[in-house]
């Protein structure tokens, strides 16, 4: 039933009704605005990524900490 679901002709009517409702103006700031945000989720993904939760957290007596 949903094998050939998505075809060229579904997109373009897609397509069209965004630009109908949202204006040939503000797409442009929508676009921006979606791209900064997928920057933003993928670096704080990367960042999740690379925390090593097995690295031991720092004295809190340490120099580094003391705040002197």
């Known amino acids: 039933m949903l094998r050939n679901a998505l075809e060229p002709w579904h997109i373009l009517v ?7 409702l949202f204006g040939s103006r503000k797409l442009p700031d ?10 933003i989720l993928r670096s704080e993904a990367r960042a ?12 809190p007596n340490s120099p580094v900490d003391s705040g002197r």
Not at 14 to 20: E, K, N
Not at 30 to 39: E, N, P, Q, V, W
């Open 14 to 20: 897609v397509v069209l009704v965004v630009v109908v």
């Open 30 to 39: 929508t676009a921006r605005a979606l791209g900064k945000s997928m920057r």
């Open 48 to 59: 999740m990524k690379d925390d090593d939760p097995g690295a031991p957290a720092p004295a």
